[in-house]
């Protein structure tokens, strides 16, 4: 049922149309007065209707941020787009337009009901960013693949579903799929699902469905799986550990040594390599815990202080809002007397004692935020030096340790030389058993070369090791730094500006009303 | 009497002394006394002295309880006989309690008169509720004189039938009652205090009035965090502050010294008086033992109370012997401090001499009367060689019954009365009073129980769900607990004795569940009224209000005439859904000044809260009138001063809810006005009906149940006698004729058999031919009315021709269905002659012929 749109002069969304529409649809009598005296903001709008307006193109809608519901039924639009601002639309009405394709919807996270009824969709598709669906009406589109509707089984709050006039609601089997693929549906075509025509669709479809679940339970499951191993990672890598707990170190040695695979092929030396690596991924593993287990105690650590500092903040705000409250409890009683009070000198000393507890507020209310400065940076100091003491620590054991991985590689770098000699001067006297492959054997030209080689292989291991250490090293210097940086920032300088500015504006609004309240009584 | 016995007597006689030295030093008088006592031989029982109550009569009493059986001839000769042994061994102590009479004048031994019962009360399986029952139960009669043991001892059945008794017979009762549920429980006869032997508890704390152990709530010392914020610094002198511990510390011990004074003169003042017998009142009572009945520790049950005392009460002062349905122990330990020291082993027969050898362990063998009885009089060592053991014969008392209804009614007329230290304790069965009560305590100021403090009242199966009534007489509080289910969900009501009405001082307290509005309490003075929530889906959780004096209104007006408003203050939860800074906290609406106050929620990290104050428009109650706002209208103060202040469009909205919320308010004021009233116009009402609800369970009480089951019974009766009547000889006719011979002779059994199937034959004959008869007769009259037919076909009329048809169809069915008798009764007839015959042929009468 499309319209034609050579009959009539299509629309453009422009600011008049938007603005009449608001107005219209915003409130009426005594509140459409003063919203039209002070003006709507286009932000603060929660629902918009724009039907029947011949709108070919979705656009200038950007403004609407809070907005709800959105009604665009009977256009002629042809392309969901331009909504990417109606972050918090929960109800989308485009149902009568010429739309085609479903898209432009992946930043409507909150929508819940969607209405695209009467339109050319051929696809359920592009949805997956809805995920609190409720309702969906697709009837009167051009649907023609049942198999299409599986798509909707990732909407687990889906309720409500219209379907009719399609295409594939003429298969016999129409009705019994649906009901037996989406099993969360309540309603198909505005009528109840009854419980027998449910029992009978699942009986029609056991199979099916079972492959099916069976097929999603399992991508389920590799998902989880995925995101198991990922959050172990993260963990590994805030503990600056990442990937030590195997060989990867090891290997990523090798992976660049061009010279390396040559010499492992000289007689021995794979044995040699076994030792090596095995004793290697060892100590590796033994950082790799060290580094998790301090990784423990610093956020142990951090926790601590945090809920420290949170108790004691708490406890200050707490003594602040007595004071406030015993003083808003005075000035109450205050103003009742004075106001049936007309003895002006009464008034007037009344006054000046109430201006005094004032001052005598301010005064408590700056003491006890300096007090809790003060416990702040105390007990900041010597979290800043614990946690000093701590990341130095663990930069040294680290250190020591890699130092072993050093000596490991040095004795290695030895052994292997004088593998390398000997198979050398075995060659020079030509008493080599096995062959040697070409690119190997061009190592043996002369003592220099074999030297070389092995010494290039030496270097970059080092090279690998120095630069492992540095990584860790760097990465937690640096967030102690950050970790101080804001605790000193948030903690100290942003809270203390924060409650002293507070402090004053609120004394401020107490001295103003007692001006007023001086020149009422004048 | 085995030497190791001797032994154990010689130690015994050693610390007999003793005790005796200490008495000495008591009182002379009280030694020659016991002196001349035990010097007595045998202490005679006449069985002439014994006065059998004229109440019950003798001849109903059963058999065991007139005469003794040949075991128990055994088992009291045996005691008779111990007896002896320990009056020779031990002189100076006190005859034993063996081989009373019962109430018929017979001798029985102790254990026998115990009968192990449990009855069919779920509450009875405790040892407390049992105890409490017995005490209940029993009326108390004290021994006279008070030294002496009673030379009766009634059974536990007599006792529960007389419903009154003295310590032994409690105890008795209330020891074969705890054996059944199983306990360890022996009786003990001993001595006690006065307090105790004479049920006197005018000295004590009454049970319902000690506090429930407080709850010690263990503070759990915050455990200091490594980075705990250092306490800001103390600047006050330390000087100072020592002086004023000192001074506090001195008034402190003031304080401690003065208390102590006054408890001391309060406990001289709550002494009780020097008693002349100190140490020889006999009195018994119940020892349950630890082990069985996952029973911690040994303690003592006083049976006229029904409490219980650890075994090192001072209240027990000593010891003589403890028995149970096996066995029967004497005491050889030193009873001088009481029985703090003492004991409960009873295996250790250094400590407890037995009776019986090994009642513990019964034997398999089964003893020879005759021989036991010959070698138990004449040699007790051979007899112990022998290792054949005298056993304890059955009881001869007949269990214990206690009907539901007696269970009930409890006491004597199903009242009783207790005096405590300063407090009254009234006891009432259940349905005894008409308001339900079961339970009254008052508290007085006084030892003399004049100065009423407060009255507590308990009630059960009240329709109003009414439970307990505190009344204070001090401040003239009545405080009402009632349980959950009534339609008001009221919990508590306080209010003052002499003003019940509503708009008075009072307080009620609701089942806040069970309320829509979430009503926790509500709290009334005569010009205000406070009101608690919880769990509200708005987060109200309090509401106070302040009136106004009534005004005086002329002529009548239709409306209910309320107070006027002045204030209301509500209170709000935090509502997490909305920023700390439009969530409105608290709100007052000065009706009377048209202001609107309010205070908003604190954000987390500050300490000042937003408010924001409205002067509400001039026509704001008028509904038909919008309401118009103008800027100068509203004034704020806004603790974020970085945040723009909201629009103007915003602020109407609220002026506008506001106004619509206070008018919902009052109105919400005024239910609660009216449900005040209302709550207490049903108390009247409810007071004054005060109907006891009956649970469907009670079958006694239960009208409609009682009924049905009269119904159900009668027609059982019914069912019986039908079933009795078919029963009826079929051969007393024909035996009749014989004249009722008492045996048949074969030539009469014969002859019977005969008349009897000769008789069943004429009549299936007489049968078949009446049926046949009519058979005939309805087929001859329709061939007459079908000739009949034939004849005036062609005259007839059309309704007399259907007359004619249906008759025919009728007799037609009538003649089959006699036919279909008749052959029926043709095929059936030779069974019935068969199935008589059969029936003779195996009669029992006549067995012997055929």
Same mark, same amino acid.
């Given at each position: 049922?499309?319209?034609?749109?050579?009959?009539?002069?299509?629309?453009?969304?422009?600011?008049?149309?938007?603005?009449?529409?608001?107005?219209?649809?915003?409130?009426?009598?005594?509140?459409?007065?003063?919203?039209?005296?002070?003006?709507?903001? #286009?932000?603060?709008?929660?629902?918009?209707?724009?039907?029947?307006?011949?709108?070919?193109?979705?656009?200038?809608?950007?403004?609407?941020?809070?907005?709800?519901?959105?009604?665009?039924?009977?256009?002629?639009?042809?392309?969901?787009?331009?909504?990417?601002?109606?972050?918090?639309?929960?109800?989308?009405?485009?149902?009568?337009?010429?739309?085609?394709?479903?898209?432009?919807?992946?930043?409507?996270?909150?929508?819940?009901?969607?209405?695209?009824?009467?339109?050319?969709?051929?696809?359920?598709?592009?949805?997956?960013?809805?995920?609190? +669906? &409720?309702?969906?009406?697709?009837?009167?589109?051009?649907?023609?693949?049942?198999?299409?509707?599986?798509?909707?089984?990732?909407?687990?709050?889906?309720?409500?579903?219209?379907?009719?006039?399609?295409?594939?609601?003429?298969?016999?089997? #129409?009705?019994?799929?649906?009901?037996?693929?989406?099993?969360? +549906?309540?309603?198909?075509?505005?009528?109840?699902?009854?419980?027998?025509?449910?029992?009978?669709?699942?009986?029609?479809?056991?199979?099916?469905?079972?492959?099916?679940?069976?097929?999603?339970?399992?991508?389920?499951?590799?998902?989880?799986?995925?995101?198991?191993?990922?959050?172990?990672?993260?963990?590994?890598?805030?503990?600056?550990?990442?990937?030590?707990?195997?060989?990867?170190?090891?290997?990523?040695?090798?992976?660049?040594?061009?010279?390396?695979?040559?010499?492992?092929?000289?007689?021995?030396?794979?044995?040699?390599?076994?030792?090596?690596?095995?004793?290697?991924?060892?100590?590796?593993?033994?950082?790799?815990?060290?580094?998790?287990?301090?990784?423990?105690?610093?956020?142990?650590?951090?926790?601590?202080?945090?809920?420290?500092?949170?108790?004691?903040?708490?406890?200050?705000?707490?003594?602040?809002?007595?004071?406030?409250?015993?003083?808003?409890?005075?000035?109450?009683?205050?103003?009742?007397?004075?106001?049936?009070?007309?003895?002006?000198?009464?008034?007037?000393?009344?006054?000046?004692?109430?201006?005094?507890?004032?001052?005598?507020?301010?005064?408590?209310?700056?003491?006890?935020?300096?007090?809790?400065?003060?416990?702040?940076?105390?007990?900041?100091?010597?979290?800043?030096?614990?946690?000093?003491?701590?990341?130095?620590?663990?930069?040294?054991?680290?250190?020591?340790?890699?130092?072993?991985?050093?000596?490991?590689?040095?004795? !290695?770098?030895?052994?292997?030389?004088?593998?390398?000699?000997?198979?050398?001067?075995?060659?020079?006297?030509?008493?080599?058993?096995?062959?040697?492959?070409?690119?190997?054997?061009?190592?043996?030209?002369?003592?220099?070369?074999?030297?070389?080689?092995?010494?290039?292989?030496?270097? /970059?291991?080092?090279?690998?090791?120095?630069?492992?250490?540095?990584?860790?090293?760097?990465?937690?210097?640096?967030?102690?730094?950050?970790?101080?940086?804001?605790?000193?920032? =948030?903690?100290?300088?942003?809270?203390?500006?924060?409650?002293?500015?507070?402090?004053?504006?609120?004394?401020?609004?107490?001295?103003?009303?007692?001006?007023?309240?001086?020149?009422?009584?004048? | 009497?085995?030497?190791?016995?001797?032994?154990?007597?010689?130690?015994?006689?050693?610390?007999?002394?003793?005790?005796?030295?200490?008495?000495?030093?008591?009182?002379?008088?009280?030694?020659?006394?016991?002196?001349?006592?035990?010097?007595?031989?045998?202490?005679?029982?006449?069985?002439?002295?014994?006065?059998?109550?004229?109440?019950?009569?003798?001849?109903?009493?059963?058999?065991?309880?007139?005469?003794?059986?040949?075991?128990?001839?055994?088992?009291?000769?045996?005691?008779?006989? #111990?007896?002896?042994?320990?009056?020779?061994?031990?002189?100076?102590?006190?005859?034993?309690?063996?081989?009373?009479?019962?109430?018929?004048?017979?001798?029985?031994?102790?254990?026998?008169?115990?009968?192990?019962?449990?009855?069919?009360?779920?509450?009875?399986?405790?040892?407390?509720?049992?105890?409490?029952?017995?005490?209940?139960?029993?009326?108390?009669?004290?021994?006279?004189?008070?030294?002496?043991?009673?030379?009766?001892?009634?059974?536990?059945?007599?006792?529960?039938?007389?419903?009154?008794?003295?310590?032994?017979?409690?105890?008795?009762?209330?020891?074969?009652?705890?054996?059944?549920?199983?306990?360890?429980?022996?009786?003990?006869?001993?001595?006690?205090?006065?307090?105790?032997? +004479?049920?006197?508890?005018?000295?004590?704390?009454?049970?319902?009035?000690?506090?429930?152990?407080?709850?010690?709530?263990?503070?759990?010392?915050?455990?200091?965090?490594?980075?705990?914020?250092?306490?800001?610094?103390?600047?006050?002198?330390?000087?100072? +502050?020592?002086?004023?511990?000192?001074?506090?510390?001195?008034?402190?011990?003031?304080?401690?010294?003065?208390?102590?004074?006054?408890?001391?003169?309060?406990?001289?003042?709550?002494?009780?008086?020097?008693?002349?017998?100190?140490?020889?009142?006999? !009195?018994?009572?119940?020892?349950?033992?630890?082990?069985?009945?996952?029973?911690?520790?040994?303690?003592?049950?006083?049976?006229?109370?029904?409490?219980?005392?650890?075994?090192?009460?001072?209240?027990?002062?000593? *010891?003589?012997?403890?028995?149970?349905?096996?066995?029967?122990?004497?005491?050889?330990?030193?009873?001088?401090?009481?029985?703090?020291?003492?004991?409960?082993?009873?295996?250790?027969?250094?400590?407890?001499?037995?009776?019986? &050898?090994?009642?513990?362990?019964?034997?398999?063998?089964?003893?020879?009367?005759?021989?036991?009885?010959?070698?138990?009089?004449?040699?007790?060592?051979?007899?112990?060689?022998?290792?054949?053991?005298?056993?304890?014969?059955?009881?001869?008392?007949?269990?214990?019954?206690?009907?539901?209804?007696?269970?009930?009614?409890?006491?004597?007329?199903?009242?009783?009365?207790?005096?405590?230290?300063?407090?009254?304790? =009234?006891?009432?069965?259940?349905?005894?009073?008409?308001?339900?009560?079961?339970?009254?305590?008052?508290?007085?100021?006084?030892?003399?129980?004049?100065?009423?403090?407060?009255?507590?009242?308990?009630?059960?199966?009240?329709?109003?769900?009414?439970?307990?009534?505190?009344?204070? &007489?001090?401040?003239?509080?009545?405080?009402?607990?009632?349980?959950?289910?009534?339609?008001?969900?009221?919990?508590?009501?306080?209010?003052?004795?002499?003003?019940?009405?509503?708009?008075?001082?009072?307080?009620?307290?609701?089942?806040?569940?069970?309320?829509?509005?979430?009503?926790?309490?509500?709290?009334?003075?005569?010009?205000?009224?406070?009101?608690?929530?919880?769990?509200?889906?708005? #987060? /109200?959780?309090?509401?106070?209000?302040?009136?106004?004096?009534?005004?005086?209104?002329?002529?009548?007006?239709?409306?209910?005439?309320?107070?006027?408003?002045?204030?209301?203050?509500?209170?709000?939860?935090?509502?997490?859904?909305? *920023?700390?800074?439009?969530?409105?906290?608290?709100?007052?609406?000065?009706?009377?000044?048209?202001?609107?106050?309010?205070?908003?929620?604190?954000?987390?990290?500050?300490?000042?809260?937003?408010?924001?104050?409205?002067?509400?428009?001039?026509?704001?109650?008028?509904?038909?009138?919008?309401?118009?706002?103008?800027?100068?209208?509203?004034?704020?103060?806004?603790?974020?001063?970085?945040?723009?202040?909201?629009?103007?469009?915003?602020?109407?909205?609220?002026?506008?809810?506001?106004?619509?919320?206070?008018?919902?308010?009052?109105?919400?004021?005024?239910?609660?006005?009216?449900? *005040?009233?209302?709550?207490?116009?049903?108390?009247?009402?409810?007071?004054?009906?005060?109907?006891?609800?009956?649970?469907?369970?009670?079958?006694?009480?239960?009208?409609?149940?009682?009924?049905?089951?009269?119904?159900?019974?009668?027609?059982?009766?019914?069912?019986?006698?039908?079933?009795?009547?078919?029963?009826?000889?079929?051969?007393?006719?024909?035996?009749?004729?014989?004249?009722?011979?008492?045996?048949?002779?074969?030539?009469?059994?014969?002859?019977?058999?005969?008349?009897?199937?000769?008789?069943?034959?004429?009549?299936?004959?007489?049968?078949?031919?009446?049926?046949?008869?009519?058979?005939?007769?309805?087929?001859?009259?329709?061939?007459?009315?079908?000739?009949?037919?034939?004849?005036?076909?062609?005259?007839?009329?059309?309704?007399?021709?259907?007359?004619?048809?249906?008759?025919?169809?009728?007799?037609?069915?009538?003649?089959?269905?006699?036919?279909?008798?008749?052959?029926?009764?043709?095929?059936?007839?030779?069974?019935?002659?068969?199935?008589?015959?059969?029936?003779?042929?195996?009669?029992?009468?006549?067995?012997?012929?055929?």
């Amino acid at each position: 049922m499309s319209r034609l749109y050579d009959t009539v002069e299509p629309a453009v969304i422009d600011e008049e149309m938007l603005q009449k529409a608001v107005e219209e649809q915003g409130p009426k009598d005594e509140a459409g007065r003063i919203a039209k005296q002070e003006g709507i903001d #286009f932000a603060d709008v929660l629902a918009l209707r724009l039907d029947f307006k011949n709108i070919l193109k979705i656009d200038n809608l950007w403004r609407f941020t809070s907005l709800t519901k959105l009604q665009m039924d009977n256009n002629i639009i042809e392309k969901i787009e331009g909504m990417d601002a109606l972050v918090n639309l929960v109800w989308l009405d485009l149902s009568f337009n010429n739309i085609e394709v479903i898209e432009g919807l992946d930043k409507l996270t909150k929508i819940r009901d969607l209405t695209l009824y009467n339109n050319k969709i051929s696809s359920i598709e592009n949805m997956d960013a809805l995920v609190d +669906l &409720h309702v969906l009406s697709v009837g009167n589109n051009e649907l023609d693949q049942l198999e299409n509707l599986i798509y909707l089984r990732r909407f687990k709050q889906l309720k409500t579903l219209n379907l009719n006039g399609n295409p594939f609601c003429d298969d016999p089997n #129409f009705k019994h799929y649906v009901i037996a693929y989406l099993p969360s +549906l309540q309603f198909l075509d505005y009528r109840l699902i009854d419980e027998n025509t449910r029992a009978a669709a699942n009986e029609q479809y056991t199979y099916p469905i079972q492959q099916l679940e069976h097929n999603e339970e399992q991508a389920r499951k590799r998902i989880e799986d995925q995101e198991a191993k990922e959050t172990e990672f993260n963990l590994h890598k805030g503990a600056y550990v990442e990937n030590l707990n195997g060989s990867a170190l090891f290997d990523s040695m090798f992976a660049d040594d061009t010279e390396g695979p040559k010499l492992a092929l000289l007689p021995g030396v794979d044995e040699l390599l076994t030792g090596y690596k095995e004793k290697y991924t060892a100590i590796c593993q033994q950082i790799f815990e060290y580094g998790l287990k301090e990784h423990q105690r610093r956020g142990d650590e951090v926790s601590g202080f945090q809920t420290a500092v949170d108790e004691a903040k708490e406890d200050n705000r707490n003594m602040g809002m007595r004071k406030i409250n015993d003083f808003n409890e005075y000035r109450r009683k205050l103003f009742t007397e004075l106001a049936q009070s007309s003895d002006q000198a009464h008034i007037d000393t009344s006054l000046e004692q109430h201006n005094k507890e004032i001052d005598k507020l301010w005064d408590g209310l700056m003491a006890l935020e300096m007090q809790l400065v003060d416990q702040l940076e105390d007990t900041i100091k010597e979290f800043e030096r614990n946690m000093a003491d701590m990341v130095s620590t663990f930069v040294e054991n680290v250190q020591a340790l890699i130092s072993q991985c050093r000596d490991l590689e040095n004795t !290695h770098n030895e052994k292997l030389l004088e593998v390398a000699i000997v198979t050398l001067e075995k060659m020079v006297k030509n008493e080599l058993d096995d062959e040697l492959p070409d690119d190997v054997r061009m190592l043996f030209v002369d003592k220099d070369t074999i030297t070389n080689a092995v010494g290039a292989s030496h270097d /970059l291991h080092l090279l690998k090791i120095d630069n492992k250490e540095d990584d860790i090293i760097t990465r937690a210097n640096n967030w102690l730094a950050a970790l101080m940086e804001r605790v000193h920032n =948030e903690e100290e300088v942003k809270r203390n500006r924060h409650r002293v500015s507070e402090i004053n504006n609120f004394i401020d609004h107490l001295r103003e009303e007692v001006e007023t309240f001086e020149i009422q009584a004048a | 009497m085995d030497e190791n016995a001797e032994n154990n007597g010689d130690q015994a006689n050693n610390k007999a002394e003793e005790t005796e030295e200490n008495e000495g030093e008591l009182s002379v008088d009280d030694l020659r006394a016991e002196l001349e006592k035990i010097d007595i031989e045998v202490p005679e029982v006449e069985i002439s002295e014994v006065h059998i109550q004229q109440e019950d009569a003798y001849a109903e009493f059963p058999m065991s309880y007139k005469e003794n059986t040949n075991k128990e001839k055994l088992i009291l000769a045996y005691a008779e006989n #111990f007896r002896r042994q320990y009056v020779h061994l031990y002189r100076d102590r006190k005859p034993l309690l063996l081989n009373p009479v019962n109430e018929c004048g017979i001798e029985k031994f102790v254990s026998t008169t115990i009968r192990p019962t449990l009855l069919p009360f779920q509450e009875l399986y405790g040892y407390d509720n049992c105890a409490e029952f017995v005490a209940d139960y029993l009326e108390f009669q004290a021994l006279d004189p008070p030294v002496d043991l009673p030379n009766q001892l009634v059974s536990p059945t007599t006792a529960l039938k007389r419903q009154k008794g003295n310590s032994f017979d409690f105890a008795t009762l209330l020891c074969s009652m705890l054996l059944g549920a199983g306990y360890d429980a022996y009786c003990v006869s001993g001595y006690a205090t006065r307090e105790i032997c +004479l049920m006197d508890q005018t000295r004590d704390i009454c049970p319902l009035m000690k506090k429930k152990g407080e709850l010690k709530s263990e503070e759990k010392k915050k455990e200091v965090r490594k980075y705990q914020v250092k306490p800001p610094k103390d600047l006050r002198s330390k000087f100072d +502050l020592k002086m004023q511990a000192r001074r506090e510390a001195e008034e402190e011990a003031k304080a401690a010294e003065r208390r102590k004074e006054e408890e001391a003169r309060i406990s001289e003042l709550e002494k009780p008086k020097p008693d002349a017998l100190h140490g020889l009142r006999i !009195h018994c009572w119940v020892l349950v033992l630890s082990g069985k009945r996952e029973v911690p520790d040994s303690f003592f049950i006083e049976p006229l109370t029904g409490n219980t005392y650890p075994t090192e009460d001072d209240k027990f002062l000593g *010891i003589e012997s403890v028995w149970n349905h096996q066995n029967y122990w004497v005491n050889m330990q030193d009873c001088s401090n009481g029985c703090k020291d003492l004991s409960f082993d009873l295996g250790d027969s250094a400590k407890w001499e037995y009776l019986l &050898h090994s009642s513990e362990k019964p034997s398999l063998e089964i003893p020879d009367v005759e021989a036991e009885l010959y070698e138990g009089l004449d040699d007790d060592e051979e007899e112990q060689e022998d290792e054949r053991h005298l056993e304890m014969p059955p009881s001869w008392v007949h269990p214990i019954l206690v009907t539901p209804k007696e269970y009930e009614t409890r006491c004597p007329l199903g009242k009783k009365t207790i005096l405590y230290k300063k407090a009254r304790l =009234e006891k009432f069965a259940r349905y005894l009073l008409k308001d339900g009560m079961i339970t009254k305590l008052s508290v007085y100021d006084d030892y003399e129980l004049r100065n009423l403090l407060s009255v507590k009242e308990w009630f059960v199966n009240r329709q109003d769900k009414l439970e307990l009534r505190v009344h204070n &007489h001090r401040t003239g509080l009545i405080t009402e607990y009632m349980q959950q289910g009534r339609l008001d969900c009221m919990k508590e009501h306080t209010y003052k004795s002499g003003s019940p009405g509503p708009e008075t001082d009072r307080t009620m307290v609701f089942y806040d569940k069970a309320r829509v509005d979430g009503l926790v309490k509500r709290e009334e003075t005569p010009t205000e009224m406070m009101e608690h929530f919880k769990d509200r889906d708005d #987060f /109200l959780y309090y509401r106070h209000v302040v009136f106004s004096k009534r005004m005086k209104k002329f002529g009548a007006s239709t409306d209910a005439n309320h107070r006027p408003i002045l204030k209301i203050t509500e209170r709000f939860h935090r509502n997490k859904e909305k *920023i700390a800074g439009e969530d409105v906290s608290e709100c007052v609406f000065h009706i009377s000044e048209d202001r609107i106050q309010l205070t908003f929620h604190c954000e987390d990290k500050r300490v000042t809260a937003s408010t924001r104050e409205f002067i509400k428009p001039p026509n704001a109650n008028d509904k038909s009138q919008t309401i118009t706002m103008t800027p100068d209208m509203t004034s704020t103060f806004q603790v974020d001063t970085t945040k723009k202040s909201p629009k103007n469009l915003y602020i109407y909205n609220m002026l506008v809810s506001l106004v619509e919320a206070e008018d919902q308010s009052v109105q919400a004021i005024r239910a609660s006005e009216e449900e *005040i009233k209302e709550c207490l116009l049903e108390r009247i009402r409810e007071e004054t009906v005060s109907e006891l609800s009956i649970s469907v369970y009670d079958t006694e009480r239960n009208e409609k149940a009682k009924q049905h089951r009269k119904e159900l019974e009668r027609q059982q009766l019914e069912e019986k006698l039908r079933r009795q009547e078919q029963e009826l000889d079929y051969l007393a006719p024909f035996l009749a004729q014989m004249g009722d011979p008492e045996k048949i002779a074969r030539q009469q059994a014969f002859k019977l058999k005969e008349d009897c199937l000769a008789d069943l034959k004429q009549r299936l004959i007489d049968k078949a031919n009446l049926i046949q008869s009519r058979f005939e007769k309805e087929t001859q009259e329709l061939q007459k009315r079908q000739q009949w037919y034939q004849q005036n076909q062609v005259s007839m009329t059309k309704e007399d021709e259907e007359e004619y048809l249906a008759y025919c169809s009728e007799a037609m069915f009538r003649i089959h269905i006699l036919e279909l008798r008749l052959n029926r009764h043709k095929e059936m007839a030779p069974h019935k002659y068969m199935a008589l015959e059969q029936k003779i042929r195996t009669d029992g009468r006549l067995s012997d012929y055929f």
